[in-house]
């Protein structure tokens, strides 16, 4: 496997589920990222971690609980969650530096019923 | 504003030329990115440019950057139906952190035979 890899492709639960999604980056990066795609919207930065510490947390709901065991390993671990938080969710990963030149997973396609 | 904003659509033919314009938000934004998003796929990055330029080309590929304005634009050259995807800019504005990439809404690029 090479670049970054998410797991599961398509995602349907319902309110009352707990699932996680998974991401992994065989780039040897530094920092990873959560993004939500929703239609017609900017992307949304939902979470960052580097060097396996969480440096960012965009105001997420706490129904989203972002969990990186490793520098390689990124999980979204969600619970009660809510039918508007259905979405395309993307993983990114980074090399510190000043470009930041991110390369994106192919995203986890999620509904909530 | 305090939104990075793109169009949502663009039509262009075969072999034509494709502009695809944004606005940013922040004039001490360092570096200025173009991604691409085919479908079902993550992002891609397709091209940066440092703001101390105002042009890059790179193949097909032309950016122009106007400081003053806050306006990119991403010119395709000899546009092809491979290239039928959504082109999104980011940027890293100055009070987000080295980190935080903000895109705009996207412009999807429809190309017609």
């Known amino acids: 496997e090479t670049g970054v890899t998410q797991t599961p492709r398509h995602l349907v639960m319902g309110m009352t589920n707990k699932k996680s999604l998974k991401c992994e980056q065989h780039?040897?990066?530094?920092?990873m990222y959560w993004y939500k795609q929703s239609a017609k919207k900017p992307l949304e930065l939902m979470f960052v971690?580097?060097?396996?510490?969480?440096?960012e947390n965009n105001s997420v709901p706490s129904r989203f609980s972002p969990e990186c065991p490793n520098s390689s390993h990124l999980f979204l671990h969600l619970h009660t969650l809510q039918p508007e938080d259905s979405a395309l969710y993307l993983c990114?990963?980074?090399?510190?530096?000043?470009?930041?030149?991110?390369?994106f997973g192919p995203g986890t396609r999620l509904t909530v019923t | 504003g305090e939104d990075v904003e793109q169009s949502l659509f663009l039509s262009v033919r075969e072999g034509d030329s494709s502009v695809i314009n944004c606005t940013y938000t922040?004039?001490?934004?360092?570096?200025l990115y173009w991604y691409k998003q085919e479908p079902g796929a993550g992002l891609q990055l397709l091209t940066y440019?440092?703001?101390?330029?105002d042009m890059k080309q790179d193949q097909r590929l032309t950016v122009l950057l106007n400081k003053k304005d806050k306006h990119l634009s991403l010119r395709i050259a000899d546009t092809q139906t491979g290239d039928s995807a959504i082109y999104f800019c980011?940027?890293?504005?100055?009070?987000?952190?080295?980190?935080?990439?903000?895109f705009g809404t996207g412009t999807q690029l429809k190309v017609e035979l």
């Open positions: 980011a940027e890293i504005p100055f009070t987000g952190g080295g980190n935080k990439l903000t």
């Open positions: 990114a990963s980074s090399q510190g530096g000043s470009v930041n030149e991110q390369y």
């Open positions: 922040d004039s001490s934004s360092t570096y």
């Open positions: 780039l040897g990066h530094n920092a």
């Open positions: 440019i440092f703001s101390n330029m």
């Open positions: 971690y580097s060097l396996e510490e969480r440096v």
